[in-house]
């Protein structure tokens, strides 16, 4: 679920801000070195909670094990040791690369991640760029037509992409589009045929989308692109919405500053104060701010996947959610928590590149 | 000649959710080809609407009538800018009239360079052909507003340049779309005493070497003895005077411009008066040596040294003056002294005991009143005034009682000359001044023997800052507390100051009884800044013009 | 605030700009529809939420909606109007549960974090914000697994529910609660106490406190909307209530994903409905108090020169 708490005052100070004097290749450093502890935070958080709930073995086959069995397996896996050494034993493989191996159908952590990674990359890059082609210039409508009619309209409109939970916006594209119209896939990343088209390319990248331009075929392209729309979309909107009221909210004040007002002063035209004199500054708190969404459309993906049976790391997620397979679900979010890390160090740099403050 | 501006039955009124608040009322007003009119008044006297009526810059919520008349001043100014259709307002915009504005920093965009927003207006104007012209353009316009290198800070942004060069740019902005006339919103007033005398030198340029006609709005009577050649004096939205410069100051014929003129601080006609009570042995309430405080820098950042081994004293009964610019130190020494902020090296000693890290809060603590800057945040804005004024006496006499605590707040209240009626007022139904001497209360209310007062009048309008010195005064005679009085304006502490301490950067750059360090400076910069505070008087302002050195000490 | 908002309300609706009186009105309508439903509930549906028969039988699996069952039933034999309106019930009482469980912790680590600063500070925004950029679904949803291993009774699984939900908001509450103490703790008035000699934990209690927790009432609305969308991810990945412990509208939803392949709309529509109206009611009502708080975003407020600070000592 994205948050709309982010808009709220006072609760985030721009990067900007921050680094203003500090001299940008020093504030690269230290934003760089601050991924570390937020990173160890969360995958310890995820080791604790995970532990909290037992030892994964019993949790996958407690029911179907004697206690012998499931003794011996416990100590084979290690389970049985102070779960501080389990612990340090952890992070020290996850710094390795090693994320274990799952527990149903034992194969290597990293290996899932690396078969659907790609696929929930995909999917994020469709539904961001839904979410920049309609957020971006409808804000800048709905703040240059403030408490007009199409500023209502529009504000209702994000209003209802953030209240419409992204799996009901799914099921009714769906049932629209797909079931009663049929004019697009219901669920799936391709066919059948051209899945396994895809899949018997040498050197695959996973993203179908190029695997498919790569090919060359016309048919794949088309099929991938038929099955990104409805997913795309459902996420796409979800992040849309609060882009268009972040973009709103932020231009409202810049076109409200004394500098758009010195501008307008010298005779330059309306249309000019929006485009030019007013967005660049209202940008910054916006990307800083939707970089802290990439948290959100983790979790949009989770359910956008699950519902359009969109074979990447969220639908992968729920699956070894209900089989009680928790060194892949570790694995899984421990990843997503790195995604999310990175993202904002990288979203924190270019606020930073945008404001001349920190450049000089 | 015609005029280049002519304002006829201005009246504007803004909508409120409690319904519509005029803010001027009839306003007629011209000015000539070359000329400077100040329109001055207090806050709320609707200078500031006038000016921006000018150039159609008011915002939806206002209701405007009458006419704003703009021309070249070649034939009678005919384009109302009330009823322009967009596009001719547009043109008019920048050409016929251009603003400057109060703060430089505000008025000018963080993300674009000096240079593409001086553009910019060329370019609304279809001016200046092609880029690179247009690029030569500002160049040669940051030059001659006197910005130094101007081929380098053409590409520099606002934060890399001072607040003086900022709004030399902002001037430049104005001077390069050929305006005849320039509305200047309290130009210097976010500046530092020497650098609006820059300013205001650069202003006097624009009438003598581009013919440019000013509209100046201030508050400043020193400003406007120093530029104006007319002066409109503006009160709760109409102009109730209009003389020329000299007539005005000579000879005021509204009660009102009396009364305005009279609470202005004259700076050289005398300190204050009476003997000074300070006895030299009696022990020093406060005593510094080498006093240092240093603001640490956040994640990695250099810090910074705000105090800079600073040393000084005060006696019982003594008022000193601490003067200096933005960023010399003197508010953080106020803070420093009442434990707000941490000493990094050197002594301070408070009422003959040294004052430690560790020891500051039980020893000073109610011995020590402070009166804040800006009244309207120095209250909490949930707790009453009488709970206000209460609190000191609840955290260090709450065995007085709940009847005799209040009884003492009321008392305070009187003392100050606040009705007792106002007791249980919310401090934001209080006026500024009244919020002042509340604060005063509060700060007596343990009758302390120290008092430290940070800029307590430069919230305040100059009339009702006369009368909260006056009280100030008062209190202090009535009650003998040393006092420490931290300020940029140098008439104020002349005023109420017998010793003064100049401070420049960190460290003090003179030291002395204040008749002494004001009326013959020995410091050069004591001597600038003395020099650069423009006095309320045309006749006088215009000699030391011409000999900024001897008539930049005391007249008469 | 809550004082100020009590009195700016009726004004608000009385003289507010078309655009915002219309948003706030819709707002308090749909939330007061909502609570309604929630508290009369029991009424108002034809038949329990876990109910499979009646007088007449079973109610059968999947039937289209008629005179007997207005929306159908679901392919369990539930009737669909019953758990839409039982969900409201489901839906009310996880947003105060959760509310309840997080903004006391939240609001008391933003309050003694800021004020007092130090490493205490340090860690605990650390801890915030790692938590803050971390999917509160998935937060939750291993919450839910450590609280009830995923599945349990109606008060186990509720209560796992809201305490999954919680979790997520603390790190916000501290987070604003914690700038806003920040922002107070600067402002001259608690200088002027702490020149007095106020301890610390007066200073915190009586100044700042009370002017840090302006924005509460509008991070509530936010925070309702939130708890029902994150309740309803949980349900419809599995996680939520069992359905013959409560009605939840994410779990049905869950179950119609299969019913809207075969075409059959009227197990999704009704508990998909249901979601949005309330969310756009709290969320509408929220902005509706934005609008009221935030002068920035506020058109018709004063006029720009009204006589305030310096103007007059009238005495």
């Known amino acids: 679920m994205s948050t709309l708490t982010q808009e709220t005052p006072g609760a985030v100070g721009t990067p900007a801000d921050r680094a203003a004097g500090l001299g940008f290749a020093r504030y690269l450093v230290v934003r760089f070195l601050l991924i570390i502890p937020t990173v160890l935070i969360l995958v310890s958080l995820v080791f604790l909670l995970m532990r909290l709930t037992g030892d994964p073995i019993s949790a996958a086959f407690g029911d179907r094990l004697t206690p012998d069995q499931l003794q011996a397996k416990l100590h084979q896996a290690g389970y049985d040791r102070p779960l501080l050494t389990q612990y340090l034993d952890y992070l020290r493989s996850l710094a390795t690369g090693d994320f274990g191996r799952t527990v149903t159908d034992n194969q290597p952590v990293t290996h899932v991640l690396g078969t659907y990674g790609a696929a929930t990359v995909e999917l994020a890059c469709y539904a961001l760029l839904v979410a920049l082609v309609i957020g971006v210039p409808l804000g800048m409508v709905a703040a240059s037509y403030r408490d007009r009619a199409p500023d209502a309209v529009l504000r209702l409109f994000a209003i209802l992409t953030y209240a419409t939970p992204v799996f009901f916006v799914g099921l009714l594209l769906k049932l629209v589009f797909a079931i009663r119209l049929g004019w697009l896939p219901a669920s799936g990343r391709a066919s059948t045929g051209v899945q396994l088209f895809l899949q018997d390319q040498t050197s695959t990248t996973g993203v179908y989308l190029i695997d498919a331009l790569r090919s060359g075929d016309g048919t794949a392209i088309t099929d991938v692109l038929r099955h990104a729309v409805l997913p795309g979309l459902a996420l796409g909107l979800l992040v849309a919405g609060v882009l268009l009221r972040l973009v709103r909210t932020n231009l409202i004040g810049t076109l409200s500053a004394e500098y758009v007002e010195a501008a307008r002063s010298r005779g330059v035209a309306p249309l000019r104060l929006v485009t030019r004199h007013a967005t660049r500054p209202a940008l910054i708190p916006v990307v800083t701010v939707l970089g802290l969404q990439v948290a959100g459309l983790l979790g949009g993906a989770v359910l956008t996947e699950t519902t359009f049976e969109w074979r990447g790391l969220g639908y992968e997620l729920a699956h070894y959610l209900t089989v009680r397979d928790f060194p892949a679900v570790q694995g899984i979010v421990a990843l997503f928590a790195v995604v999310v890390a990175v993202t904002n160090f990288l979203v924190d740099v270019v606020a930073a590149l945008i404001d001349p403050r920190v450049r000089y | ?556 | 605030m809550a004082l100020v908002l009590a009195r700016r309300l009726p004004l608000r609706l009385r003289t507010g700009a078309g655009v915002q009186r219309a948003m706030l009105l819709t707002g308090l309508v749909l939330t007061g529809l909502f609570v309604l439903t929630a508290l009369l509930g029991p009424l108002l549906a034809p038949h329990g939420y876990a109910q499979l028969r009646d007088g007449g039988g079973l109610f059968g699996s999947q039937q289209h909606p008629s005179g007997a069952h207005p929306l159908g039933t679901t392919i369990s034999g539930y009737d669909v109007l019953s758990r839409t309106v039982w969900g409201a019930r489901t839906a009310l009482l996880i947003i105060v549960v959760a509310l309840l469980l997080s903004v006391v912790p939240g609001t008391v680590l933003g309050l003694v974090s800021g004020y007092l600063g130090g490493k205490l500070d340090r860690l605990l925004v650390g801890l915030a914000d790692a938590l803050y950029a971390f999917p509160p679904l998935l937060l939750a949803i291993l919450m839910s697994l450590v609280i009830s291993g995923g599945r349990s009774s109606l008060v186990g699984g509720l209560g796992a529910a809201a305490c999954s939900v919680a979790v997520s908001f603390i790190p916000q509450y501290f987070r604003v609660v914690r700038a806003e103490v920040i922002r107070v703790k600067g402002e001259p008035f608690v200088d002027a106490a702490r020149v007095i000699g106020t301890g610390p934990w007066r200073i915190m209690t009586r100044h700042v406190l009370r002017n840090s927790v302006r924005t509460l009432p509008l991070i509530f609305t936010i925070n309702a909307s939130e708890a029902i969308l994150t309740l309803a991810g949980l349900g419809f990945l599995g996680f939520g209530i069992e359905p013959n412990s409560a009605a939840e509208w994410g779990y049905d939803l869950n179950r119609a994903v299969a019913d809207v392949t075969a075409g059959i709309w009227w197990t999704a529509i009704p508990p998909g409905l249901g979601i949005v109206l309330t969310v756009l009611g709290t969320t509408l009502l929220g902005e509706g108090l934005t609008d009221l708080a935030d002068p920035r975003l506020r058109r018709r407020t004063g006029a720009p020169t009204l006589p305030t600070d310096g103007g007059g000592d009238d005495d």
Request: hydrophobic residues 40%; neutral net charge.
């Open chain 2, 1 to 556: 000649m015609t005029d280049l501006l002519r304002i006829e039955e201005l009246h504007v009124d803004f909508a409120t959710d409690t319904g519509a608040v005029p803010a001027v009322r009839g306003v007629n007003l011209s000015v000539a080809p070359g000329e400077v009119l100040a329109l001055v008044g207090e806050s709320g006297s609707g200078k500031t609407v006038t000016a921006r009526s000018v150039l159609g810059l008011l915002p939806d919520t206002a209701t405007v009538r009458g006419r704003v008349l703009l021309g070249a001043g070649t034939s009678e100014p005919g384009e109302d800018v009330l009823t322009a259709p967009a596009a001719r307002l547009r043109a008019l915009r920048g050409t016929h009239a251009a603003m400057v504005f109060q703060e430089p920093s505000t008025a000018l965009n963080p993300v674009f360079t000096i240079g593409w927003q001086l553009t910019e207006g060329l370019r609304a104007h279809g001016r200046g052909g092609s880029k690179a012209e247009r690029r030569a353009l500002a160049v040669d316009w940051l030059d001659k507003v006197g910005i130094p290198d101007p081929a380098t800070r053409v590409d520099h942004y606002p934060h890399q340049l001072s607040g003086g060069q900022k709004q030399r740019a902002v001037i430049a902005m104005a001077l390069a779309l050929d305006t005849r006339l320039i509305v200047a919103d309290e130009p210097t007033t976010a500046l530092d005493v020497t650098v609006q005398a820059e300013i205001l030198e650069l202003l006097h340029r624009c009438r003598t070497d581009f013919g440019t006609a000013v509209l100046l709005i201030t508050h400043n009577m020193g400003v406007v003895a120093d530029l104006a050649d007319r002066v409109a004096v503006m009160r709760a939205g109409q102009v109730v005077e209009q003389a020329p410069v000299r007539d005005l100051f000579a000879a005021p014929a509204h009660p009102y411009t009396r009364k305005l003129l009279a609470a202005v601080p004259h700076f050289g006609t005398g300190g204050r008066a009476g003997p000074q009570t300070a006895d030299v042995q009696a022990q020093h309430v406060v005593r510094a040596s080498g006093l240092v405080v240093d603001y640490p820098g956040r994640l990695g950042r250099k810090g910074f040294r705000a105090v800079d081994g600073v040393s000084f004293e005060i006696r019982p009964g003594e008022v000193l003056g601490l003067v200096g610019e933005s960023g010399s130190g003197k508010t953080t020494i106020g803070r420093a002294i009442a434990g707000l902020t941490a000493v990094t090296g050197g002594q301070l000693e408070l009422f003959g005991e040294p004052l430690t890290r560790n020891s500051r809060k039980p020893r000073t603590a109610g011995r020590i009143g402070y009166v804040f800057q800006d009244p309207a945040t120095s209250f909490n804005p949930l707790l009453t005034i009488a709970e206000s004024i209460a609190e000191p006496l609840v955290v260090h006499r709450r065995e007085l009682g709940a009847q005799e605590i209040r009884a003492q707040a009321e008392s305070l209240l009187e003392a100050v000359r606040l009705p007792r009626a106002y007791a249980d007022r919310y401090p934001h139904e209080l006026s500024g001044g009244q919020r002042q001497r509340a604060g005063l209360a509060r700060a007596l209310a343990l009758r302390p023997r120290l008092l430290i007062a940070d800029e307590p009048t430069s919230a305040l309008d100059v009339s009702v800052q006369a009368k909260v010195l006056d009280l100030f005064g008062e209190l202090q005679r009535e009650l003998g507390f040393a006092a420490l009085f931290v300020s940029h304006d140098l008439a104020v502490v002349e005023q109420v100051a017998d010793r003064v301490v100049v401070l420049h950067r960190g460290r003090i750059a003179e030291e002395g009884p204040t008749s002494q360090v004001l009326g013959s400076p020995q410091d050069d910069y004591t001597r600038r800044l003395v020099a650069a505070l423009p006095v309320p008087d045309p006749v006088r302002q215009a000699r030391r013009q011409q000999h900024p050195v001897e008539e930049g000490v005391a007249g008469s």
